[in-house]
């Protein structure tokens, strides 16, 4: 094992200077991969370069990788780019610290111990900030990667499922002003599975009842309100419509699990926006539900196509899901989920929070929404619940206090074991 002795510290290197470790695998055995930093991993070349089935190590055990070629004692593959690059800032075995090597030394590493040049990275390819032209590029997607002809209608294009009867009956009953509490309770109960997550939900942790509920009307009238309801059984409804895709990402979380933490992390942090800015929060809760919708619309157009995504996420653990679907499909699964679900009728700050969750500096319409839903995924991949700077810069956005942010993060963890439960049972 090589010593990053050898090699100066390198503070604070600028990002197009960092290089990144990725350690792949076998039935032969490991090979260190070096790349930048700031480029997408394709694993194919890299397999075609060594003749290897090489796939990714799951993200568990790819923190920290130390980016010197032949630290391991393993063979590598260098992008070939580098050698060719004035100074290289290499990540060491420590997080957030780098050593600085010429392209020259980076040259002599390799040639010290089995090491493979190729060119395996890809520049990083933003997604669209304007929706313009977004139902253009899906169609052409479509065009692209399937035999479908396409339709005048993009759900129809897509070969989607239509909006199930319960959904429709749901969206229609929100717009008249004249239903009654009879109204909602007769469309929840025609599915009694969705009526018995409700009810198991009115149950939870999170409302604290001390009173045990047991009809839907009691959960509507005593805990969950009518809005909360509605837009519980629109979710469960719509996420129904389409089933889990056979590939998924090794070590990431189920996708009905990050749904509901997604959802229940929505609701309780609009509860903490101060009035009058505060949205409504089972809207907030519906948008937490189907952030992650565009997963199984993707998996259902493009079963083949999301495979590969998949396998290049595992090469690019810290990357942007977005830059990885831009990259294989030249569109994203974010927008293709809320064109979908305005072409489903779904309110205009679903959709654009929908759209929008990945654009740090969005400003528009529906700003809040947007805000909030990146608020919730940043908490959500803050694997140990807790309040750091990246929080509080998001929070501050939406004018939530840093003790109010503590409040909603102890509320999470004390209703572990309720979300878990019904992510489970919305996974059957």
């Known amino acids: 094992m090589q010593t990053t002795s050898q090699l100066p510290a390198y503070e604070n290197p600028p990002m197009q200077d960092r290089v990144r470790g990725l350690l792949c695998a076998d039935r032969k055995g490991q090979v260190q991969i070096v790349a930048p930093e700031m480029a997408l991993v394709d694993p194919e070349p890299i397999r075609a370069t060594t003749a290897r089935d090489l796939k990714s190590l799951p993200s568990s055990e790819q923190s920290p990788v130390c980016a010197i070629p032949g630290f391991y004692g393993l063979p590598s593959v260098v992008h070939s780019t580098l050698k060719d ?3 290289v800032a290499l990540a060491t075995e420590k997080p957030g610290e780098y050593v600085r090597a010429t392209g020259a030394q980076l040259n002599q590493l390799c040639l010290s111990h089995a090491s493979f040049e190729a060119q395996f990275c890809e520049q990083l390819i933003a997604t669209p900030a304007s929706r313009a032209d977004d139902e253009q590029a899906i169609l052409a997607t479509v065009d692209a990667f399937t035999t479908r002809r396409i339709e005048a209608r993009l759900d129809e294009t897509l070969h989607i499922p239509p909006l199930p009867e319960a959904a429709r009956r749901i969206i229609a009953l929100q717009q008249d002003p004249n239903f009654d509490l009879s109204d909602l309770v007769r469309i929840v109960e025609t599915d009694p599975a969705i009526a018995a997550r409700i009810l198991g939900w009115s149950n939870s942790a999170l409302y604290g009842s001390t009173t045990p509920v047991r009809t839907l009307d009691d959960a509507i009238m005593r805990i969950l309100g009518f809005d909360m309801v509605f837009n519980m059984a629109l979710g469960m409804s719509i996420g129904a419509t389409l089933s889990l895709p056979t590939s998924h990402v090794s070590g990431a979380s189920p996708y009905w699990l990050d749904a509901v933490y997604g959802a229940a992390i929505m609701e309780a942090l609009a509860h903490q926006i101060p009035k009058p800015s505060q949205p409504n929060p089972g809207t907030c809760y519906l948008i937490g539900l189907l952030a992650n919708f565009g997963t199984l619309v993707l998996g259902h157009v493009f079963p083949p196509q999301y495979d590969t995504i998949c396998r290049i996420q595992e090469a690019n653990p810290k990357l942007s899901h977005t830059h990885v679907d831009q990259h294989v499909l030249s569109v994203n699964r974010e927008m293709m989920a809320a064109s979908l679900l305005e072409l489903w009728e779904l309110p205009g700050e679903i959709t654009t929070a929908i759209r929008f ?20 995924k940043k908490l959500f991949a803050n694997k140990n619940l807790q309040v750091d700077e990246q929080l509080l810069l998001a929070a501050e956005k939406l004018k939530i206090e840093e003790e109010n942010l503590a409040a909603v993060i102890a509320v999470i963890e004390c209703s572990k074991q309720d979300l878990g439960d019904l992510a489970q049972s919305l996974a059957r």
Request: hydrophobic content about 30%; proline content about 0%.
């Open 85 to 87: 690059r004035r100074y």
């Open 357 to 376: 969750q990945y654009l740090t500096d969005y400003n528009g319409e529906h700003q809040t929404f947007v805000h909030l839903l990146a608020l919730s």
